[in-house]
């Protein structure tokens, strides 16, 4: 299947979760909104909490810092666990459903998939280089599908060729560390320590440190993969 412009996914649990029930992923776990991110707010969301997803305005304050962290990391290295399943991005819009691939793929010890497109998926990207992973998610026509199928329930009718100025990432905790992922960047981004314990809490600080970079924009969205069963 060759590359193309995708309808993006709306920032809406129930259709998100229509895709991951579709996809085979238990029940037990669903995303839910995250209203807020003060700690008696984030005490709302269920637990556990598995993963943090963030859509976020693309501004050139964003795209700015995203060359200077680049440029630092770099220069001076990070550490990323092998453990950790990260892949690019190289269909415009997809990156609704690359946030919510991130998010299981980092959590296959806790959450069941049944047989079907993403686990066949998950199973046949596992050993391969986060390039080759994109690759195969590009070919990947039940997943694909899923996407264009689901794009068209949300609230909001949207058209591909237009320009889209919004972007999801997802945020895990991976043997002892908070990773950001995000299909457009370089590679992904060690926000420092992290548990099961201070996940969400940790998740939070760093999307506030997005909001205080766009002072002036409000259009923020914040989920969690959760188990609410």
């Known amino acids: 299947m060759a590359a193309e412009a995708l309808v993006p996914l709306e920032s809406n649990p129930d259709v998100i979760n229509k895709f991951l ?8 776990w669903n995303i839910v909104d995250v209203m807020g991110l003060e700690p008696e707010m984030l005490s709302w969301v269920p637990s556990p909490s598995v993963a943090v997803t963030l859509l976020f305005p693309l501004s050139e304050a964003y795209e700015e810092y995203k060359r200077k962290e680049e440029a630092e990391i770099l220069s001076k290295g990070q550490e990323v666990s092998k453990h950790l399943f990260y892949m690019k991005q190289n269909i415009s819009n997809a990156c609704g459903t690359i946030a919510v691939i991130h998010a299981v793929a980092n959590n296959t ?14 199973d046949s990207a596992k050993d391969l280089d986060p390039t080759a992973r994109s690759t195969l998610f590009n070919n990947s026509e039940g997943i694909i599908n899923a996407h264009k199928e689901l794009a068209q ?3 909001t009718q949207a058209n591909p060729d237009e320009p889209v100025n919004h972007h999801f990432i997802t945020f895990v905790h991976k043997d002892g560390a908070l990773y950001e992922l995000d299909g ?13 314990d201070t996940f969400l809490e940790d998740a939070a600080k760093v999307c506030k440190e997005f909001m205080a970079r766009d002072p ?5 969205t914040v989920m969690a993969l959760a188990a609410t069963e």
């Open 21 to 28: 029930q579709k996809h085979g992923v238990s029940t037990k």
């Open 109 to 122: 010890d806790k959450i069941e998939i049944a047989d079907g497109h993403l686990k066949k998926f998950l």
């Open 153 to 155: 329930e949300g609230q």
């Open 184 to 196: 457009r960047k370089a590679f992904p981004i060690n926000h420092g320590p992290t548990s099961s």
């Open 216 to 220: 002036n924009e409000v259009r923020f």
